[in-house]
């Protein structure tokens, strides 16, 4: 009975580690596509482009109205997708002028794909969303910039020091460490311990994905190789999923120049709606001053 008992253990636990891994591959509260350009008035162009491993990702050049050539690539959250990330900055494309490529990343939105890793595979599609614009829009590699929210933030950190031709960044709610933000999430969410949960969701992911170094894929080993381009992080004081010691973490990896704000009052992703004049204000000239 005792040995029945032991494997019975060991096999419930390679489940729960199994079924951990695929909300990681598969969110479970993706959010649906319901904002579109034309709610703001916003011109635009439907883009597609394909990414090394062949799957084909879906979104939006939106065109500045000064006709600037100042161009941001557009990095939206997990479980999220570019409808999300546009209601919380058309601003940068209304009265800020900037030129706008945002895009669903594999599994989310239009995009085509399976499953999401929160940062290793999505560093592919960022080297696709890179080299549509080197295709497409070869001028706006001169005045190039990189906003990413939450996951977006991580991927564009994660992806920067490949990239020269991205002049300057704004990280939103960027997380510092892979491990740490799944055992946070999940001990948020479903109150699961990291030990030994965590550790069997991690090593199951891997295992599941076929790539060892899946969660070695941590922003605050990567973010000092982006200096000497400026970056902004700005975080919520209220975030749970990513506290202000985790963003501030980040920022102290980070070299200079580099600027820090916390919003008051402000939960995960929804800084902008916490201080929507100061953070409009904040972000458009931090993008002005050095694209």
């Not at 460490?177 to 969701?201: C, E, G, H, Q, S």
């Not at 000092?224 to 920022?251: K, N, Q």
Request: some cysteine.
């Amino acid at each position: 009975m005792m040995i029945l008992a032991i494997v019975l253990l060991i096999a419930a636990a390679i489940g729960a580690g199994y079924w951990g891994a695929g909300i990681i591959l598969y969110p479970p509260k993706k959010a649906p596509l319901e904002t579109f350009p034309e709610v703001y008035g916003l011109p635009y162009e439907k883009v597609s482009f394909r990414t090394s491993d062949d799957l084909t990702l879906r979104g939006w050049f939106i065109p500045s109205r000064t006709g600037e050539e100042r161009t941001l690539i557009m990095c939206h959250g997990w479980g999220d997708n570019k409808g999300y990330l546009l209601e919380r900055t058309s601003f940068l494309a209304q009265t800020a002028g900037f030129n706008l490529l945002y895009f669903d990343n594999r599994s989310h939105g239009e995009s085509d794909g399976r499953l999401t890793t929160i940062g290793c595979l999505e560093t592919i599609d960022f080297e696709a969303a890179i080299g549509f614009l080197k295709e497409n829009r070869p001028s706006s590699l001169q005045r190039l910039g990189v906003f990413g929210m939450s996951m977006g933030a991580a991927v564009a950190i994660l992806s920067m020091p490949k990239h020269p031709e991205i002049k300057a960044a704004v990280f939103e709610s960027p997380f510092p460490d892979y491990p740490k933000v799944v055992r946070r999430w999940a001990w948020n969410n479903m109150r699961v311990p990291y030990f030994p949960m965590i550790l069997l969701t991690l090593f199951m992911l891997r295992l599941r994905v076929g790539i060892p170094e899946v969660d070695d894929y941590s922003p605050i080993s990567f973010i000092r190789r982006i200096a000497p381009r400026p970056i902004f992080i700005v975080g919520g004081s209220e975030d749970l999923l990513m506290p202000p010691e985790d963003v501030l973490s980040l920022y102290e990896a980070a070299d200079q120049p580099k600027c820090l704000w916390i919003v008051p009052g402000a939960a995960h992703g929804e800084c902008r709606a916490r201080a929507q004049t100061e953070y409009e204000e904040r972000v458009a000239t931090f993008f002005r001053t050095h694209l």
